[in-house]
């Protein structure tokens, strides 16, 4: 276009200049009025052309950030396996610090020498915790110190295999979104209190989960267990609220107290095999609808074990020699003393039940509550935080027993009702 104009430019001048007479005058103001037609003209053809350019920029940007916005956020399970994926990438590089993007910003000697880590004799002990990206060990590190690179702001970490120690929150508090635990480690303590994290590998040889080792890691969605964990120390998931299914491994024989309190999973089983489960290990487990008690697990379990979970299914396998689920009642009952130790909103209560020391907290809907035997004891947590309002019994020791009880905790609103015989409505 712009070629065009110029010609006719160069055609008008070369008349101008060859005219005569009163012709050169005219022909010169004609060229002149040309001149100015064509100047405007290619003016506003390149401020066409201008605004089509930027039509055109700003249509891409639009689609551009319609794409950002339409793109969905990784959640779960995926953004767990999207975080380990980016963790592979940054392994086999050289020691040091990187951006996200790969860029190594400072080499490890650097990191040693401007006093960004502090490495004694193989063992980091202290770090400047306002560290970004990627931080690469070297393989003269072997372990690392209690609270050694407690509190950083990297998102990855990758450990060499000349690790064998990890200590209380040496890699706890940091904004660590995924770690693979090298398989030379055999004494791992320290991953608690990180709140970004989302995938863990452990060790190979690794046999004990100690204690408190993930607890506060609320988004911990993945953990990939060896095949010889034997046991699970107390609080070592505690408050993991993003572990969407347990899985816990058929070599485990203990469960500590605490161990996954608070924890929000729906799905768990507990491996044949399991021996033994601490105090309040499941305490709170909100989204646990099913146990199934092994014949294998005879110790530890008490009142609290899976107190304030919404359970609607709890069964003990025949064959277990100290707990069992007599007449498909739908609770956990003590065989030796006929002791009632956890409960549900469809637990129906045996005759032959003579203590009940379980809790109804969890039970949402249910409003009475049938005691067709003779009770010996009942305790003040059977009631507390539930919904049940009347309770029906056949014996008049039980319902004075339950009365008394109802007295000391402040529960005048239940209705202790005295049936006639077992078949009163």
Known sequence: MRKFYVYLLSA???????????GTQDVTDSTQDMTDT???????????ESADENTEADAAEDADAATE???PELTGAEAAQAAADELETFKGLEAGLYDLDHNLTASWDQLKSNGTITVEDGCVTA??????????????VTSIADYGMYGCG???VILPETLTSIGPSGLGGSGLLAVDIPDSVTDLHGLMDNGSLLWVRLPSGLTEISKMLFAFDYNLVTVIFPDNITTIGDSAFCECYSLENLSIPETVKSIGEGAFENCTFAEFSLPEGI?????VAFYDCKGVENVVIPVSLTSGLTVRSFSHCKITNISVAEGNTDFDSREDCNAII???????????????VPKSVERMNCSFSAAEGLTSLTIPGKLKVFTSGVLAGSEIKTIYVYDEDTRQLIVDKLDDEDLSDVEVIL?????AE
């Open 334 to 348: 003590r065989t030796k003393d006929n002791e009632m130790i956890c409960c549900c909103k469809n637990t129906v």
């Open 38 to 48: 064509v100047v405007t003209d290619s003016a506003e053809a390149d401020e066409d």
């Open 127 to 140: 770090i400047d915790q306002s560290i970004q990206g990627a931080l690469v060990l070297s393989d003269e």
């Open 154 to 156: 990297y998102s990855y």
């Open 12 to 22: 008008a001048l070369v008349l101008a200049l060859t005219g005569c007479g009163s």
């Open 275 to 279: 021996e033994t489960i601490g105090d």
């Open 419 to 423: 049936l006639e015989d077992d078949n």
């Open 69 to 71: 916005e339409t793109e």
